[in-house]
């Protein structure tokens, strides 16, 4: 492919042999610290992957699983959202384990057979149990047919005894299902681990906070209730918070969801943010785009700090982030010199659309100053006391947002910008470099074409 093609960010690449290999976020050390935790219990329990939309979970979960395989230990993942359209989620997760003896390096795969078959019988009695009754099938013919009130009680009445039988039948019959359920479970998962009674089988399941509400609470009860066996582990990744959402749909917005997770969950992870402009930068680097953007290695570092800094500013997300360089590879491509000669509005334009889009939506040639103004409060509203003392080229962009609401060449003297410092109270650290800046803007001179140029080339993309 040449390297003028456009291309997109793709999933990080984990080798079966060399998991770390592309571990730019550093995850090693968390996997390492989770594995002794969870082969550190003999009874089965429930963990949980915290962590926001967009962090990274699914990439930390992959890369741990083919650790734990590279230390015999099975492991079988689960993409629940994938299987969420299934009407049970017992059945999605009983077909997972099936596949996975397909995949696994089990001594006898006779012995498994053999327990899986055990386990779909035992699965059959599960639905019978939960389906309509004869008796209530009964109550219903017989509501339907009578409209005599007196009749109509004789006739439940008759059933009474019946349907107490029935209901005690079916609840013993699922009683000892749940033994025979449990105990063909732990011998398939003494299977998987090739008859190592110390050797856990991890599940994980994915994408949980993803499924509709009723599919992802059936999940979690299954988890707990039914696969509640000795040496399985299940590892939910999910946002917790995402998934009080689909909870409180189900039961109410009254619902006490911290105390109804701890009935499933045993224990929380929260998976660590990246730190700084890690990510970033092995993206910029991953894609060509130092190569890009300038030859001279001073220059690549000034729009590697400006990028950064404004990255950091919003927040970016790991997946907000490989959005931007899907956007910002489009302008490179197609409109680069453009690109160069106002990179830092680029970055923010980008971004904007990203994580801001009905602002971004409202730039026109129309209210030009108006569309600064809220552009500027938007920007000082994330401007946290971390961000002070440092400059991370902010002040910079500052310097030509004011000067391309003015319309005229700015100094320290123009209304707008002493008006722009007194608004926000600027302390004198932030004052400063906002003078620095705004002499090496020097004679430049912005309009609001600086602004509509770059948002006209991002429009080729989608995030």
């Given amino acids: 492919m040449s390297e003028n093609n456009l291309k ?9 042999n060399n998991p770390f290999q592309n571990d730019v976020l550093n995850r090693k050390d968390n996997i390492e610290t989770l ?7 003999e009874q089965s329990i429930v963990l949980c992957i915290d962590g926001g939309w967009g962090q990274g979970k699914t990439t930390f979960i992959k890369m741990w699983e083919k650790y734990l395989n ?7 993942y689960f993409n629940a959202w994938e299987s969420d359209y299934t009407d049970d989620a017992l059945i999605a997760l009983i077909g997972e384990i099936d596949l996975a003896a397909e995949k696994l390096a089990i001594q006898d795969k006779n012995e498994a057979e053999k327990s899986i078959n055990k386990i779909y019988k035992f699965v059959v009695n599960f639905l019978k149990a939960t389906a309509p009754t004869l008796a209530n099938l009964g109550i219903k013919a017989v509501s339907g047919g009578l409209t005599n009130t007196d009749e109509l009680t004789k006739a439940l009445s008759s059933l009474s005894e019946s349907l107490v039988k029935e209901q005690i039948n079916q609840y013993e019959q699922s009683r000892r299902t749940l033994g025979n359920f449990k105990e063909a479970l732990s011998e398939l998962a003494r299977s998987y681990a090739n008859g190592n009674k110390d050797t856990p089988l991890v599940i994980f399941i994915d994408e949980l906070d993803r499924c509709r509400p009723n599919f992802a609470i059936q999940v979690l009860e299954k988890a707990k209730h039914l696969f509640n066996v000795d040496n399985i582990i299940f590892v939910l990744a999910a946002d917790k918070s995402q998934l009080a959402h689909s909870i409180r749909a189900v039961y109410g917005q009254g619902l006490d969801v911290n105390g109804y997770l701890r009935r499933f969950i045993d224990f929380d992870y929260l998976l660590p943010s990246p730190v700084g402009s890690v990510y970033i930068k092995y993206l910029v680097t991953k894609m060509g785009f130092d190569k890009n ?3 001279d290695e ?3 570092y000034d729009h590697q700090k400006k990028l950064n800094s404004i990255i950091r500013l919003y927040n970016l997300t790991l997946r907000e982030q490989e959005s931007f360089c899907n956007i910002l590879n489009v302008v490179i491509k197609t409109k680069y010199h453009t690109m160069q000669e106002n990179s830092v509005l680029v970055f923010l334009l980008i971004i904007l659309k990203i994580k801001e889009p009905e602002l971004y939506k409202s730039l026109n040639r129309f209210d030009t100053a108006n569309i600064i103004r809220l552009i500027l409060k938007n920007f000082n509203a994330k401007y946290t006391a971390e961000l002070d003392n440092v400059n991370y080229h902010i002040e910079y962009l500052e310097c030509i947002l004011l000067s391309i609401c003015s319309g005229i060449k700015l100094n320290s003297d123009a209304p707008i910008f002493k008006a722009y410092i007194e608004e926000y109270d ?13 002499k090496s803007i020097g004679k430049t001179q912005y309009d609001f074409n600086a602004l509509l140029i770059p948002k006209n080339i991002i429009e080729f993309s989608k995030i």
Avoid: A, G, Y
């Fill in 293 to 295: 953007l300038n030859n």
């Fill in 70 to 76: 590279q230390q015999s230990i099975p492991t079988i």
């Fill in 35 to 41: 594995t002794t935790f969870i082969t550190s219990f």
């Fill in 298 to 300: 001073t220059h690549i």
């Fill in 8 to 16: 997109k960010c793709v999933p990080i690449e984990i080798p079966d």
């Fill in 426 to 438: 600027f302390n004198e650290s932030k004052k400063n470099r906002l003078l620095e800046d705004l």
